[in-house]
């Protein structure tokens, strides 16, 4: 149990926050809610770095866009009339289903995704919105897709960076629908397949777009070009949602572990793909 | 692990031999040798940088009402700062890893695991434990339906249950039987009590309604 902190600290400012980090030279660690950091107890860890009170907890509509603030909670995101609203409540949907609500109330968007866990609950909403993240480093604050900083995450590239916030666009809402669907051993269990979906139909029901994340099912969170793709432009029907379904379980490639075997999470996958692409259509007011 | 009592604190019987009191005796010393840290850089650098620590550092908790002083590492979790340096032990530590629930107290109104949050980030937040929950002859309204529905068994787990009950109460104060099993889903019994459990709440639920500011 972290035997080898010395010392804490607790940045007002992102700066701040920045400049400790580099200064501990990958000894430090930031800690928001806690819930991974300290019950993990990495004995390697010196310093850690609170940056709860740096001001990034708000749920803010700029524009068209909504950005989420890094240490904003599960709990802050599950209640948020706004985020229950958006998206058919897709990231509320995802942020209720991230672990017990002892969790919830400390766990963090920004630990969610600085963790770098490939079942992390509101990776697949995140992805499926096309949310960037806004990451504060050595140089510049700068923008990047959300996809792209999970995948430096697993690099081990982001170790002198700060997760500031998340920004993505307010979805169409006309003829369109979201999904979030989860599969664990428990309800408050980790994810051993979770999907987020979207679509959007014209009005002779054929499909404008789809979009489809999962997690879980891979070293990282993965959007499903593929089946996207195939979607894209034809009338949807039980068939095609079937077809996507197919390809999904035939692009990922989850691992085996104590929960579940490979083979379980894929069959899983294509299941929970299924499942989530008809409630889209549903939500879109569109019967199969 | 050197802990400081508040002597505003209700006085102790100090004269047993207790195994927390020789944990803490044993443990003293091998906190405050960290030094030669950030804390030069942190110095030159943005001055609002808070640091706390290296070693124990004094802080004072909000605990069932009252302000409570005591010194710790910075490593310390709340729940060993309530079971080991302030001999509150209502909250069970068991699997220290955020999983099985017996830790749970409330903070600030929301349910929280104790052993994933750091007592020095406890500070400024209303912290809850079951000691605060009635005595043993007027028992709060969780407890008492606890107790008529034989909701537990070995009892280890009851404590951290009956904090989840009144956080989940208070945010749902007519629950279904699904919405407890839910709500309480962050919480573990071994002895597997759960049907107990659950009557116990909806029960408790009742209860409050009717007798209002009990709850």
Not at chain 1, 139 to 158: E, N, S, T
Not at chain 2, 151 to 161: S, V
Request: aromatic share 4%; proline share 5%.
């Amino acid at each position: 149990m972290f035997e080898g902190v010395e010392a804490f600290y607790r940045p007002t400012t992102v700066r701040e926050a920045l400049h400790l980090l580099r200064k501990a030279k990958g000894t430090a660690r930031i800690v928001a809610g806690g819930t991974g950091v300290v019950p993990g107890g990495d004995r390697s860890v010196r310093f850690l770095i609170d940056i709860t009170r740096a001001g990034l907890s708000y749920i803010r509509k700029r524009g068209g866009a909504w950005t989420i603030g890094a240490t904003t909670t599960m709990a802050e995101i599950e209640d948020s009339a706004e985020m229950r609203m958006l998206a058919g409540g897709l990231l509320a949907s995802a942020a209720a289903a991230c672990g017990s609500v002892e969790i919830r109330s400390m766990a963090t968007v920004g630990g969610n995704m600085a963790n770098g866990s490939p079942a992390a609950d509101l990776a697949p909403p995140l992805l499926a919105l096309d949310a960037e993240a806004a990451i504060a480093g050595t140089a510049a604050r700068r923008k990047m897709p959300l996809a792209d900083y999970l995948a430096a995450v697993c690099a081990g590239k982001m170790k002198n960076a700060l997760l500031v916030e998340i920004v993505f666009l307010e979805p169409s809402a006309a003829r369109g629908g979201w999904c979030f669907q989860k599969f664990g051993r428990t309800a408050v269990d980790i994810s051993l397949v979770n999907v987020a979906a979207g679509l959007q139909l014209d009005a002779r029901g054929r499909v404008k777009w789809a979009r489809i994340a999962l997690g879980a099912v891979a070293p990282l969170p993965l959007r499903m070009p593929a089946a996207e793709a195939l979607m894209t432009g034809r009338i949807l029907d039980r068939a095609l949602l079937a077809e996507a379904a197919e390809s999904v379980s035939d692009t990922v490639h989850p691992i085996g572990d104590i929960r579940a075997s490979a083979d379980y999470r894929r069959e899983i996958s294509r299941v929970l793909t299924g499942r989530a692409l008809e409630q889209c259509a549903a939500r879109a007011g569109y019967s199969l | 692990m050197n802990s400081k009592k508040d002597p505003a604190l209700p006085a102790k019987p100090k004269n047993n031999f207790s195994r927390r009191g020789f944990m803490r005796g044993v443990g003293i010393g091998s906190g405050a040798l960290g030094t030669g840290l950030l804390e030069k850089e942190a110095a030159a650098a943005p001055a609002a940088a808070k640091v706390v620590g290296p070693g124990p550092v004094p802080i004072t908790l909000e605990i069932n009402g009252k302000p409570v002083h005591l010194t710790v590492e910075p490593r310390v979790t709340l729940i060993d700062a309530l079971r080991n340096h302030l001999d509150i032990t209502g909250a069970k530590k068991v699997c220290d890893r955020a999983t099985c629930g017996a830790c749970t107290v409330i903070m600030d109104g929301k349910t929280v695991y104790s052993c994933t949050v750091l007592a020095i980030d406890a500070q400024g937040k209303k912290i809850e434990t079951i000691e605060s929950l009635g005595t043993p002859t007027k028992r709060h309204p969780i407890s008492q339906a606890f107790w008529d529905n034989d909701a537990q068994q070995c009892g280890y787990c009851t404590p951290g249950f009956v904090m989840a009950s009144k956080g989940f109460l208070e945010e749902h104060p007519n629950p279904t039987m699904a919405e407890v099993e839910h709500g309480l889903g962050g919480n573990i019994c071994r002895c597997g009590t759960y049907m107990g459990i659950r009557k116990a709440v909806l029960e408790a639920a009742a209860a409050m309604k009717k007798g209002g500011k009990n709850g």
